[in-house]
């Protein structure tokens, strides 16, 4: 046991010497523009919260209510007497939200891709992935025991490659929005490889739903897809929604299949009903107050233009994650260290998250900023790169 420890201790000191030390921030607050972190007050621009609706009123009280109705736990799984009323109305109007059939509640997003993937995938068939997919997807993938394949990022020629040379049922996999870029998957173009290929489609949009298209619809209704031409959609709710869960959307037969076959929702406790009550709450106000996702464009334009002006590596990113590059792991902690001296909230993305060498400072947007917030940010910026 003695020597477990130490090899333990070793291996610890290993990652922090990479700079790739993980350690946890006390938050003693609501989500928002500004938090208590550690004890202090800073300006927090690494929150998912990008409508800013966690701390929302309405949310919240919709939340209470619930639970006085419904109590604090939902008891069981939803398949055993854990799935209520406001479970059912719920999954009704996301999927309705999203234009599909039928709509399927999920306790994590990490749950969700895990279900998902492990049901319509398995021995005999092949999995195709992009390689800056989100751990859960890629975890998916690889513990589902399908043939698994990653092609280059955004690369079609790459894909299409893989399916040609494989002869298996297949089913493609990608982020929406890529969680650690910012940057859209080529949905259309991925469509068609699908059809061409007979392959299943699955999309993974939790960074765009809410946020990204027209109607807050994601990256399918900024694209004008169509549910056949993307017929299996994931989302969560613990971002733009500004709750807690995910879920799946698609047909009939894929709700169906999902509640025989996932794993990750037939064994586990089904989340509390007042977060279905409070998100139902949440998705009223995505799609009443479009101002939000105006006001977050504005915000991420005013942000580009004066990172531009002041030289800082930002990668191209039209959405409210705004990723700056660093380089090195170590590099990305020092700054993201200093930032929070200096106020703000920033989060130092690093290897295996990333590429080494890629690591990068994730600037987050939320429609409860403003441009003074901004512009303060900016300052520091400008200080610890220069």
């Not at 049901?119 to 998916?140: I, K, M, Q, W, Y």
């Not at 991925?190 to 619809?217: F, I, M, Q």
């Amino acid at each position: 046991m003695t020597d477990d420890v130490s090899a333990l201790a070793e291996n610890l000191a290993k990652i922090q010497q990479q700079g790739r030390y993980r350690s946890r921030k006390i938050i003693a607050s609501p989500q928002g523009a500004e938090v208590i972190c550690d004890g202090r007050q800073v300006i927090n621009f690494c929150s998912n919260d990008y409508l800013g609706l966690a701390n929302h009123p309405a949310v919240v009280k919709a939340f209470r209510q619930a639970a006085d109705d419904y109590g604090v736990g939902s008891g069981s799984a939803h398949l055993i007497c854990g799935h209520s009323a406001a479970h059912h109305a719920l999954e009704e109007e996301l999927a309705e939200f999203t234009g599909r059939e039928r709509a399927l509640l999920f306790s994590t997003g990490y749950m969700a891709n895990m279900g998902v993937i492990s049901a319509l995938a398995g021995r005999g068939t092949a999995v195709f992935e992009d390689r800056l997919n989100h751990a859960s997807l890629l975890d998916g993938g690889l513990l589902s025991g399908a043939h698994f394949n990653r092609y280059a990022h955004a690369d079609m020629d790459s894909l299409e490659r893989s399916l040609r040379a494989s002869h298996l049922p297949a089913l493609i996999v990608t982020d929406g929005v890529f969680s650690m870029d910012g940057d859209l998957a080529p949905l259309p173009a991925l469509s068609k490889l699908a059809e061409r290929y007979n392959t299943r489609l699955l999309v993974d949009d939790a960074h765009g739903l809410g946020v990204v298209g027209p109607n807050g619809g994601g990256i399918v209704d900024y694209y004008g897809l169509s549910p056949q031409q993307v017929p299996v959609l994931v989302g969560t709710l613990g971002k733009a929604f500004g709750t807690f869960g995910a879920f799946a959307a698609g047909s009939e037969a894929l709700i169906e299949t999902l509640i025989q076959k996932a794993r990750t929702y037939i064994y586990t406790t089904a989340l509390p009903s007042a977060i279905a009550e409070a998100t139902r709450a949440s998705l009223k106000l995505v799609l009443a107050e479009s101002w939000r996702r105006d006001k977050l464009t504005t915000l991420v334009e005013y942000f580009q233009r004066g990172a531009g002006q002041l030289d800082l590596p930002l990668m191209p990113s039209n959405t409210p994650i705004q990723p700056i590059l660093a380089g090195t792991d170590q590099r990305a902690q020092m700054l993201s260290r200093h930032l929070l001296e200096a106020g703000f909230l920033v989060g130092a993305i690093r290897s295996p998250t990333v590429p080494e060498g890629s690591a990068r400072l994730r600037v987050t947007f939320s429609a409860e900023h403003e441009t003074e917030q901004v512009d303060r940010l900016l300052e520091a910026l400008a200080l610890v790169f220069s």
